[in-house]
């Protein structure tokens, strides 16, 4: 709610006749001004705290308890720690519940209250798509909460996992940091991390996949605490649509400018980089956002830059999902669809850092590592799309990756 839509509610009062009475009274300007004053002050207040309110433990809302006994996360409420572990909590619930939202209306959809044969259907039960909740724990620090949902009508996979680890960083992780340009010394790191991670597989091949991860480190050096966040969304379609890549980069992009005007053009190319897969020549999907080592400009509003972009998952890809899970497909795409996860697992086994840093960690949970994995893909030797095909189309893209929301001709526009 702003200062105009308040307006506009109090203009449209004008039409009332008791408005009007009440209007041509000498307080009625100094009443106005102090509701609006008072609203003032109240919604600048919601809005300062809002990121604050979210991560009140919602117990009976998550999947599974948190990893952090409720003692512990109660006593340290400030702490980045808590706050992102209740945030990740709530991501998970959010979207698996919105997931499962959609293979009960796919459920429903199958037969009208009229086609019930209720004398033989009232006893069948209903077949319902439902996530596995394990909530796991590791010896040396932590655990995590593994959700899974499989065989589904709209979704063959779902995997949407958080975890919560410490402990001492294996040398293969402190190598992959340093590569990155992290100054760490000591032989002994304990760290800490925390994340939330999701790859969606659906069933329809002209539903696009979707991958998100965000998450949040401490080591623990002889100089103190290093911190810093890292993350993205990023979406891979079988078919080109170009309307809901337009339509998901720009709900990213809004999320990232409520924080910085830059963010966006630059977490963009950093995610066509990353999700490369340089023995094929292409990349994994038409991309999104991605980051790594934020530490700046503080905590506080890294953290709150992490959490719009989490928030935004939902509004970008359950639009998608519910626009075309009902959309006509063949054998054809069905196998296209096959062999384009057939990509994705290549990129998830060997570049992805996340998997790298899972399978590399001590007391590693692999069945949750590897979620991330379809149910079913496909390789098939030399597979090469016929000229002008809509797999085609698809390719050129994963080759050349595009300015979707036209930035760059914009500035161009605008210098000239």
Same mark, same amino acid.
């Given at each position: ?6 307006t ?14 009440? *209007? ?59 706050q ?5 909590? *709530?991501? &998970?619930?959010? /979207?698996? *519940?919105?997931?499962e ?9 199958? $037969? ?6 209720? %004398? !033989? %259907? ?27 949902? &499989?065989? +589904? ?36 790191l ?31 050096d002889?100089? +103190?605490?290093?911190?810093? /966040?890292?993350? =993205? ?12 890549a337009?339509? /998901? ?23 066509d ?14 991309? =999104?956002?991605?980051?790594? %080592? ?5 905590q ?33 795409? *069905?196998?296209?669809?096959?062999l ?15 998997? $790298? ?5 001590? &007391? ?18 030399? !597979? ?25 001709? &914009? ?6």
């Amino acid at each position: 709610m702003s200062y105009k839509v308040i307006t506009r509610c109090f203009s449209s009062l004008s039409y009332v006749e008791t408005f009007k009475k009440i *209007r041509d009274r000498p307080a009625y300007r100094l009443y106005c001004a102090a509701i609006l004053g008072t609203g003032y002050v109240a919604y600048n207040q919601l809005k300062n705290n809002k990121a604050e309110m979210k991560e009140i433990m919602q117990l009976k809302n998550y999947m599974a308890d948190p990893i952090t006994p409720l003692e512990q996360l109660e006593k340290n409420k400030d702490d980045m720690k808590t706050q992102m572990e209740l945030l990740i909590m *709530r991501i &998970q619930a959010e /979207f698996c *519940r919105a997931l499962e939202a959609e293979e009960d209306k796919a459920w429903e959809d199958e $037969k009208t209250p009229d086609e019930y044969d209720f %004398d !033989n %259907d009232v006893f069948l039960i209903s077949p319902e798509a439902k996530f596995q909740v394990d909530r796991w724990l590791r010896k040396e620090g932590g655990g995590g909460i593994t959700c899974v949902l &499989q065989d +589904g009508r709209v979704f063959e996979k779902a995997g949407v996992n958080i975890s919560v680890v410490s402990g001492t960083l294996p040398p293969a992780a402190v190598q992959q940091m340093r590569s990155r340009g992290k100054k760490l010394e000591n032989a002994e790191l304990p760290f800490f991390a925390a994340g939330v991670s999701a790859v969606i597989h659906p069933r329809n091949p002209m539903v696009p996949t979707i991958h998100f991860n965000y998450r949040y480190f401490e080591v623990q050096d002889k100089d +103190g605490v290093q911190w810093w /966040f890292g993350g =993205g969304t990023d979406l891979t379609p079988y078919y080109l649509n170009e309307e809901d890549a337009v339509y /998901f980069h720009i709900t990213l992009k809004n999320a990232c400018d409520r924080h910085d005007p830059t963010y966006y053009e630059k977490f963009k190319k950093w995610c066509d980089d990353y999700f490369y897969i340089p023995h094929r020549g292409e990349r994994r999907g038409v991309g =999104g956002i991605f980051f790594d %080592d934020i530490d700046a400009p503080s905590q506080d509003k890294a953290f709150k830059f992490v959490t719009s972009c989490a928030e935004a998952v939902i509004p970008s890809y359950l639009p998608l999902v519910q626009k075309h899970k009902d959309d006509a497909y063949g054998y054809s795409e *069905r196998q296209w669809q096959l062999l384009r996860r057939g990509r994705y697992v290549e990129f998830n086994l060997m570049y992805d850092r996340g998997t $790298k840093f899972g399978l590399h960690t001590p &007391q590693a949970r692999y069945e949750s590592i590897l979620m991330s994995l379809p149910l079913n893909a496909k390789w098939e030797y030399m !597979n090469t799309p016929k000229p002008n095909s809509p797999e085609e189309k698809l390719m050129r893209v994963l080759k050349e990756p595009l300015d979707w929301l036209n930035l760059n001709r &914009q500035q161009t526009r605008s210098v000239a």
